[in-house]
Protein backbone atom coordinates (compact mmCIF):
# COMPACT_ATOMS: atom_id res chain seq x y z
CA UNK A 1 0.00 0.00 0.00
CA UNK A 2 2.63 2.64 0.68
CA UNK A 3 4.01 1.81 -3.07
CA UNK A 4 1.00 1.95 -4.77
CA UNK A 5 -1.47 4.33 -2.95
CA UNK A 6 1.26 7.39 -4.29
CA UNK A 7 1.69 6.33 -7.41
CA UNK A 8 -2.18 5.79 -8.10
CA UNK A 9 -2.86 9.12 -6.09
CA UNK A 10 -0.09 10.64 -8.71
CA UNK A 11 -1.61 9.24 -11.71
CA UNK A 12 -4.93 10.78 -10.95
CA UNK A 13 -3.22 14.31 -10.77
CA UNK A 14 -1.88 13.99 -13.77
CA UNK A 15 -4.87 12.55 -16.09
CA UNK A 16 -7.24 14.87 -13.94
CA UNK A 17 -8.31 18.25 -14.92
CA UNK A 18 -9.77 18.35 -10.94
CA UNK A 19 -9.98 16.30 -8.08
CA UNK A 20 -13.41 16.53 -5.96
CA UNK A 21 -12.86 15.56 -2.64
CA UNK A 22 -15.85 15.50 0.34
CA UNK A 23 -13.82 17.26 2.67
CA UNK A 24 -11.15 19.54 3.89
CA UNK A 25 -9.11 17.44 5.66
CA UNK A 26 -9.06 15.05 2.95
CA UNK A 27 -7.90 17.67 0.49
CA UNK A 28 -5.17 18.66 4.01
CA UNK A 29 -3.69 14.86 3.61
CA UNK A 30 -3.62 15.14 -0.47
CA UNK A 31 -1.46 18.09 -0.34
CA UNK A 32 0.54 17.15 2.59
CA UNK A 33 0.99 13.62 2.31
CA UNK A 34 0.70 12.90 -1.76
CA UNK A 35 2.12 16.52 -3.12
CA UNK A 36 -0.53 16.95 -5.03
CA UNK A 37 -1.31 20.46 -6.61
CA UNK A 38 -3.63 22.41 -4.20
CA UNK A 39 -4.73 24.18 -7.44
CA UNK A 40 -6.24 21.08 -8.75
CA UNK A 41 -8.36 20.15 -5.23
CA UNK A 42 -11.90 21.27 -4.84
CA UNK A 43 -14.03 20.64 -1.83
CA UNK A 44 -17.81 19.61 -2.27
CA UNK A 45 -19.36 17.93 0.30
CA UNK A 46 -21.93 15.40 -0.41
CA UNK A 47 -25.70 17.02 -2.14
CA UNK A 48 -28.87 17.20 0.14
CA UNK A 49 -31.83 16.49 -1.42
CA UNK A 50 -33.73 20.02 -2.40
CA UNK A 51 -37.32 19.30 -2.13
CA UNK A 52 -37.82 16.24 -0.50
CA UNK A 53 -40.82 16.55 1.68
CA UNK A 54 -40.57 16.80 5.46
CA UNK A 55 -43.38 14.90 7.30
CA UNK A 56 -44.88 16.59 10.58
CA UNK A 57 -42.53 14.82 13.18
CA UNK A 58 -46.01 13.94 15.70
CA UNK A 59 -47.54 12.67 12.14
CA UNK A 60 -44.49 10.33 12.14
CA UNK A 61 -44.24 9.20 15.13
CA UNK A 62 -48.26 8.49 15.41
CA UNK A 63 -47.54 6.12 12.22
CA UNK A 64 -44.66 4.56 13.46
CA UNK A 65 -46.19 3.88 16.84
CA UNK A 66 -43.93 6.26 18.42
CA UNK A 67 -44.01 9.00 21.99
CA UNK A 68 -42.05 10.78 23.93
CA UNK A 69 -38.23 11.41 22.70
CA UNK A 70 -36.75 9.33 19.79
CA UNK A 71 -33.54 8.77 19.09
CA UNK A 72 -32.72 7.24 16.01
CA UNK A 73 -29.86 4.75 14.99
CA UNK A 74 -30.47 3.64 10.86
CA UNK A 75 -28.61 2.92 8.27
CA UNK A 76 -25.66 0.34 7.57
CA UNK A 77 -25.86 -2.01 10.80
CA UNK A 78 -22.06 -2.88 11.52
CA UNK A 79 -19.51 -2.42 13.94
CA UNK A 80 -17.48 0.54 12.77
CA UNK A 81 -21.16 2.56 12.78
CA UNK A 82 -21.27 2.11 16.75
CA UNK A 83 -24.59 1.27 17.77
CA UNK A 84 -23.46 -0.91 20.63
CA UNK A 85 -21.84 2.28 21.85
CA UNK A 86 -24.80 3.91 22.30
CA UNK A 87 -27.09 0.93 23.81
CA UNK A 88 -24.44 0.05 26.31
CA UNK A 89 -24.87 3.86 27.77
CA UNK A 90 -29.09 3.24 27.39
CA UNK A 91 -29.74 4.04 30.97
CA UNK A 92 -28.27 7.13 30.92
CA UNK A 93 -29.55 8.50 27.63
CA UNK A 94 -33.35 7.37 28.08
CA UNK A 95 -36.17 6.06 26.21
CA UNK A 96 -36.53 5.80 23.26
CA UNK A 97 -33.71 4.66 21.45
CA UNK A 98 -34.77 3.49 18.06
CA UNK A 99 -33.23 0.85 16.15
CA UNK A 100 -33.94 0.69 12.81
CA UNK A 101 -32.69 -3.01 11.14
CA UNK A 102 -33.50 -3.11 7.23
CA UNK A 103 -34.45 -6.57 6.35
CA UNK A 104 -33.71 -6.45 2.70
CA UNK A 105 -31.91 -9.96 1.50
CA UNK A 106 -30.03 -7.63 -0.80
CA UNK A 107 -28.29 -5.34 1.26
CA UNK A 108 -24.93 -5.02 1.35
CA UNK A 109 -22.85 -7.06 3.88
CA UNK A 110 -25.93 -8.79 5.55
CA UNK A 111 -23.71 -11.54 6.95
CA UNK A 112 -22.19 -8.92 9.16
CA UNK A 113 -25.26 -6.72 9.64
CA UNK A 114 -27.09 -9.74 11.19
CA UNK A 115 -24.35 -10.93 13.09
CA UNK A 116 -23.60 -7.42 14.56
CA UNK A 117 -27.56 -7.23 15.44
CA UNK A 118 -27.52 -10.44 16.99
CA UNK A 119 -24.62 -8.75 19.58
CA UNK A 120 -26.94 -6.00 20.22
CA UNK A 121 -30.36 -7.52 20.86
CA UNK A 122 -28.39 -9.90 23.18
CA UNK A 123 -26.76 -7.05 25.05
CA UNK A 124 -29.93 -5.28 25.09
CA UNK A 125 -32.17 -8.84 26.65
CA UNK A 126 -29.00 -9.71 28.96
CA UNK A 127 -29.23 -6.13 30.76
CA UNK A 128 -33.17 -6.01 30.42
CA UNK A 129 -32.66 -2.91 28.25
CA UNK A 130 -36.12 -4.00 26.62
CA UNK A 131 -38.09 -0.63 27.58
CA UNK A 132 -35.61 2.11 26.36
CA UNK A 133 -34.33 0.48 23.42
CA UNK A 134 -36.88 -0.41 20.22
CA UNK A 135 -35.34 -2.18 17.42
CA UNK A 136 -37.51 -2.55 14.18
CA UNK A 137 -36.69 -4.54 11.74
CA UNK A 138 -38.18 -4.38 8.32
CA UNK A 139 -37.43 -3.86 5.00
CA UNK A 140 -36.79 -0.50 4.20
CA UNK A 141 -37.51 1.50 1.43
CA UNK A 142 -36.98 5.26 0.69
CA UNK A 143 -40.02 6.03 1.96
CA UNK A 144 -40.11 4.51 4.94
CA UNK A 145 -36.71 5.56 5.44
CA UNK A 146 -37.93 9.30 5.65
CA UNK A 147 -40.35 8.64 7.63
CA UNK A 148 -38.21 7.23 10.71
CA UNK A 149 -35.98 10.20 10.37
CA UNK A 150 -38.85 12.99 10.02
CA UNK A 151 -40.12 11.06 13.58
CA UNK A 152 -36.47 11.38 15.50
CA UNK A 153 -35.84 13.93 17.52
CA UNK A 154 -32.28 13.25 17.10
CA UNK A 155 -30.17 10.90 14.71
CA UNK A 156 -27.67 9.05 16.58
CA UNK A 157 -24.33 8.73 14.19
CA UNK A 158 -21.69 7.17 16.69
CA UNK A 159 -19.30 6.19 13.89
CA UNK A 160 -15.99 4.67 14.98
CA UNK A 161 -14.41 4.81 11.17
CA UNK A 162 -12.15 8.63 11.05
CA UNK A 163 -11.55 8.18 7.60
CA UNK A 164 -15.48 8.64 6.19
CA UNK A 165 -16.34 11.86 4.42
CA UNK A 166 -19.69 11.93 4.67
CA UNK A 167 -22.62 9.93 5.84
CA UNK A 168 -25.94 8.47 3.95
CA UNK A 169 -28.12 8.56 7.54
CA UNK A 170 -26.58 12.65 7.89
CA UNK A 171 -27.65 14.05 4.29
CA UNK A 172 -31.00 12.52 4.75
CA UNK A 173 -30.84 13.96 8.74
CA UNK A 174 -30.08 17.36 6.47
CA UNK A 175 -33.02 17.01 4.02
CA UNK A 176 -35.42 16.25 6.98
CA UNK A 177 -34.21 19.27 8.78
CA UNK A 178 -33.16 16.82 11.91
CA UNK A 179 -30.23 17.40 14.07
CA UNK A 180 -27.98 14.69 14.60
CA UNK A 181 -25.19 13.55 17.76
CA UNK A 182 -22.07 12.85 16.15
CA UNK A 183 -19.13 11.26 17.04
CA UNK A 184 -15.81 13.38 17.00
CA UNK A 185 -14.23 12.66 14.04
CA UNK A 186 -12.60 14.70 11.20
CA UNK A 187 -15.93 14.90 9.15
CA UNK A 188 -18.16 15.90 11.76
CA UNK A 189 -15.76 18.63 13.54
CA UNK A 190 -15.31 20.27 10.07
CA UNK A 191 -19.35 20.31 9.82
CA UNK A 192 -19.51 21.91 13.38
CA UNK A 193 -16.97 24.15 12.87
CA UNK A 194 -19.38 26.09 10.05
CA UNK A 195 -22.45 24.88 10.50
CA UNK A 196 -24.04 24.23 14.55
CA UNK A 197 -26.90 21.76 12.88
CA UNK A 198 -24.67 18.73 14.76
CA UNK A 199 -23.44 18.40 18.45
CA UNK A 200 -20.34 15.94 19.04
CA UNK A 201 -19.54 13.28 21.41
CA UNK A 202 -16.45 14.20 22.90
CA UNK A 203 -15.59 10.27 23.66
CA UNK A 204 -17.86 7.09 24.24
CA UNK A 205 -19.18 8.27 27.80
CA UNK A 206 -20.19 11.63 26.62
CA UNK A 207 -22.90 10.88 24.51
CA UNK A 208 -25.97 11.27 26.98
CA UNK A 209 -24.53 14.14 28.48
CA UNK A 210 -24.68 15.84 24.73
CA UNK A 211 -28.05 13.87 23.91
CA UNK A 212 -29.98 15.89 26.86
CA UNK A 213 -28.71 18.82 26.06
CA UNK A 214 -29.19 18.76 22.67
CA UNK A 215 -32.66 17.72 22.77
CA UNK A 216 -33.88 20.86 25.03
CA UNK A 217 -36.11 22.85 23.29
CA UNK A 218 -33.97 25.88 23.04
CA UNK A 219 -30.96 24.04 21.24
CA UNK A 220 -33.28 21.75 18.69
CA UNK A 221 -34.48 24.82 17.72
CA UNK A 222 -31.10 26.34 17.12
CA UNK A 223 -29.80 23.59 15.48
CA UNK A 224 -33.15 23.41 12.83
CA UNK A 225 -32.45 26.40 11.74
CA UNK A 226 -28.54 26.08 10.85
CA UNK A 227 -29.66 22.50 9.49
CA UNK A 228 -31.72 24.87 6.88
CA UNK A 229 -28.61 26.94 6.09
CA UNK A 230 -26.45 24.17 5.59
CA UNK A 231 -29.24 22.58 3.47
CA UNK A 232 -29.45 26.07 1.22
CA UNK A 233 -25.79 25.76 0.83
CA UNK A 234 -25.01 22.27 0.10
CA UNK A 235 -28.38 21.33 -1.97
CA UNK A 236 -27.95 19.59 -5.21
CA UNK A 237 -28.67 22.86 -6.94
CA UNK A 238 -26.14 24.60 -5.24
CA UNK A 239 -23.56 22.04 -5.90
CA UNK A 240 -24.66 21.75 -9.02
CA UNK A 241 -23.64 25.01 -10.60
CA UNK A 242 -20.49 24.87 -8.27
CA UNK A 243 -19.41 21.12 -10.32
CA UNK A 244 -20.21 23.21 -13.52
CA UNK A 245 -18.17 26.00 -12.48
CA UNK A 246 -14.91 23.62 -12.75
Not at 49 to 54: E, F, G, M, N, T
Not at 110 to 133: A, D, M, S, T
Not at 164 to 183: K, N
Amino acid sequence: QQLLHPLQIKLIEYLSAAIIVHAKFLRDILIRDYGVDKKKIAVHPEGIIDDLPVIDKNEAKKKLNLSGHVYLIIGSFVPAHGADIIVKHAKEIGKTILIVFNTNPNVYAREVRLKFLKEVHEYVKFHKLGNIVRFDLRNVDSNLWRLYICASDLLLIPYRNSGISGSGPFAHAMSCLRPAIASNLPFFREVLREFGCIAIAKNENDYAHVIKDAVNSKNLKRMTNEFKRYKNYYNFTMLGKRYKAL
